[in-house]
């Protein structure tokens, strides 16, 4: 199993940008698929994540500002984020848990820089 993140860079704050991630192998329709981030000096943490029905759940720092989605078809999430913030700086990664949630999957990471 891969999963292979991309769509970072350097935002202004208030600007948007769209992470995606695809996962190679069968196991992307039934896994749940998050995002976590982490900043420089800190821990990583959960930012959203999506289950196969296709119901989310969000970190209340990005809840209303972030958009978690997936195409099944195409073995691919989504994080579309808006109205950024300089916090929201970090290295986001996807990844996938599929059932019975015993091992989790990574992918290498995608830069998100906001200018303030």
């Known amino acids: 199993v891969q999963l292979q993140a991309s769509g970072g860079g350097l935002v202004q704050a208030g600007g948007s940008l769209r992470l995606s991630c695809v996962v190679s192998?069968?196991?992307?329709?039934?896994?749940?698929m998050n995002w976590y981030r982490q900043a420089p000096g800190k821990q990583r943490e959960f930012v959203a994540g999506?289950?196969?029905?296709?119901?989310?759940n969000y970190a209340d720092s990005v809840k209303g500002r972030f958009t978690v989605s997936r195409d099944n078809a195409k073995n691919t999430v989504y994080l579309q984020m808006n109205s950024l913030k300089p916090e929201d700086t970090a290295v986001y990664y996807c990844?996938?848990?599929?059932?019975?949630?015993?091992?989790?999957?990574w992918g290498q990471g995608t830069q998100v820089t906001v200018s303030s």
């Open positions: 192998g069968s196991i992307f329709s039934i896994s749940v």
């Open positions: 990844n996938a848990a599929p059932p019975p949630f015993s091992e989790t999957y």
């Open positions: 999506i289950i196969s029905t296709g119901s989310t």
